[in-house]
């Protein structure tokens, strides 16, 4: 059984942090690229960041370069999206997933696994 779980959500004001955590189990992940996205209300997922399992490549969507870091912790098998200067717009529910082919990063549809989400809200 193939389980990859997100943290670290929640309720902040706008101009401050989260770091969200996604722990992956049931298999070994280390020829996955792991992705990170997120989905607003009544808005397509969007592809946010991903890694490999060595943490040797990561990529991010242009528009969110500068305020997200992607980061992992092989002993943990748990990968983290840090998000710094949050803003309203920030506001979607955060999902984490597995790349086996390691291609087309940034659409959905070429993810193998999904986890649950885990909702931002951000206040102004």
């Known amino acids: 059984q193939v389980q990859l779980v997100e943290s670290g959500g929640g309720l902040v004001q706008a101009g401050g942090s989260l770091r969200l955590s996604c722990a992956a189990s049931?298999?070994?992940?280390?020829?996955?690229?792991m992705g990170w996205f997120r989905q607003a209300p009544g808005k397509e997922r969007e592809f946010v960041a991903a890694?490999?399992?060595?943490?040797?490549?990561?990529w991010y969507a242009d528009s969110q370069r500068g305020r997200f870091t992607i980061s992992r912790d092989n002993a943990k098998n748990t990968i983290y999206l840090q998000i710094n200067s949050l803003k309203p717009e920030d506001t979607a529910v955060y999902y984490c997933?597995?790349?086996?082919?390691?291609?087309?990063?940034?659409?959905?549809?070429?993810?193998?696994?999904w986890g649950q989400g885990t909702q931002v809200t951000v206040s102004s």
């Open positions: 997933a597995a790349n086996k082919q390691g291609e087309r990063l940034s659409v959905p549809a070429w993810y193998d696994y």
């Open positions: 049931g298999r070994t992940f280390s020829r996955y690229v």
């Open positions: 890694i490999t399992w060595s943490g040797s490549s990561t």
